[in-house]
Nanobody, 120 residues
Framework: QVQLVESGGNLVQPGGSLRLSCAAS????????MAWYRQAPGKQRELVAA???????NVQDSVKGRFTISRDNAKKTVYLQMNSLKPEDTAVYYC??????????????WGQGTQVTVSS
């Protein structure tokens, strides 16, 4: 099967930084687009940033200039570097990936989520 495991969430003060990581494992043939979503209490899940297999990125306007998405294809890992964090960035952050398995076709996979809390 396929698993996505996130790490790096924490409590941080406003203006601080965090780096989230998400590692994919399992019977993976190829990973296409990888992305980070977030969901704040009482709100819908929203796309934060995405990166294609060849490195093209798309970043939500509200985090442009503060968040950077990157990936290491050899490690099957995607990162989200978050700087100048604001209280409104508080949410559960989810990793998402479009993956083709060695056997069983292609599908959309989610991690379990990691909590980011920005508060003084």
């Amino acid at each position: 099967q396929v698993q996505l495991v996130e790490s790096g969430g924490n409590l941080v003060q406003p203006g601080g930084s965090l780096r989230l990581s998400c590692a994919a494992s399992g019977i993976i043939f190829r990973i296409y687009t990888m992305a980070w979503y977030r969901q704040a209490p009482g709100k819908q899940r929203e796309l934060v940033a995405a990166i294609t297999s060849d490195g093209n990125t798309n970043v939500q306007d509200s985090v442009k200039g503060r968040f950077t998405i990157s990936r290491d294809n050899a490690k099957k890992t995607v990162y989200l570097q978050m700087n100048s964090l604001k209280p409104e960035d508080t949410a559960v952050y989810y990793c998402n990936a479009d993956i083709r398995k060695i056997v069983g076709g292609r599908g959309d996979y989610w991690g379990q989520g990691t909590q980011v809390t920005v508060s003084s």
